[in-house]
């Protein structure tokens, strides 16, 4: 099974809104109106692309963490990406300019390709001998969606 990872740019004007559509809205008939990625496309812009597993993301943000000091999971809008990752079901973080001045250059540096695939063999159990290639891209994807923040935006990034 593979999920999706999605890398969007909102202004932060738009944050109560995605709050507000986040849980899908039960109706009298019928499946409940689900307006979440609707309003991302609405109010939001793609600003990178990962052709592979969000997944791979999932392992990539603790290693930038533990070996780099780079932290991407943590930011003043940890409750509403703990609300999101719980009400879509799906892990979401928010990331903001503090976290490009922090790590934008950071990104930019030297990663090894087989130091990242060790860590995704031991991390994940597995040996996947594209890992490392995978988690270089996932870099790439991080350095392009925070190279788009100002302080009136943040980017939504979702493994769903």
Same mark, same amino acid.
């Given at each position: 099974?593979?999920?999706?990872?999605?890398?969007?740019?909102?202004?932060?004007?738009?944050?109560?809104?995605?709050?507000?559509?986040?849980?899908?809205?039960?109706?009298?008939?019928?499946?409940?109106?689900?307006?979440?990625?609707?309003?991302?496309?609405?109010?939001?812009?793609?600003?990178?692309?990962?052709?592979?597993?969000?997944?791979?993301?999932?392992?990539?943000?603790?290693?930038?963490?533990? *070996?780099?000091?780079? /932290? =991407?999971?943590? %930011?003043?809008?940890?409750?509403? $990406?703990?609300?999101?990752?719980?009400?879509?079901?799906?892990?979401?973080?928010?990331?903001?300019?503090?976290?490009?001045?922090?790590?934008?250059?950071?990104?930019?540096?030297?990663?090894?390709?087989?130091?990242?695939?060790?860590?995704?063999?031991?991390?994940?159990?597995?040996?996947?001998?594209?890992?490392?290639?995978?988690?270089?891209?996932?870099?790439?994807?991080?350095? *392009?969606?925070?190279? /788009? =923040?100002?302080? %009136?935006?943040?980017?939504?990034? $979702?493994?769903?």
């Amino acid at each position: 099974m593979s999920a999706i990872a999605s890398f969007v740019k909102l202004p932060k004007t738009a944050l109560e809104g995605l709050r507000q559509v986040a849980v899908p809205k039960k109706r009298l008939f019928g499946t409940p109106r689900d307006r979440y990625l609707d309003y991302l496309q609405q109010h939001g812009q793609q600003v990178a692309d990962y052709q592979w597993s969000g997944f791979v993301l999932a392992t990539l943000l603790p290693y930038l963490e533990e *070996q780099h000091q780079i /932290t =991407l999971m943590d %930011s003043e809008y940890d409750e509403l $990406g703990n609300f999101l990752t719980d009400s879509r079901k799906a892990t979401h973080f928010i990331f903001t300019d503090v976290h490009k001045q922090a790590f934008l250059t950071k990104l930019d540096g030297q990663f090894s390709e087989q130091a990242m695939r060790d860590y995704f063999r031991g991390f994940n159990e597995t040996d996947e001998p594209d890992a490392g290639k995978w988690m270089l891209d996932g870099i790439w994807a991080f350095r *392009q969606s925070l190279s /788009t =923040l100002d302080e %009136s935006s943040v980017i939504v990034f $979702g493994i769903i």
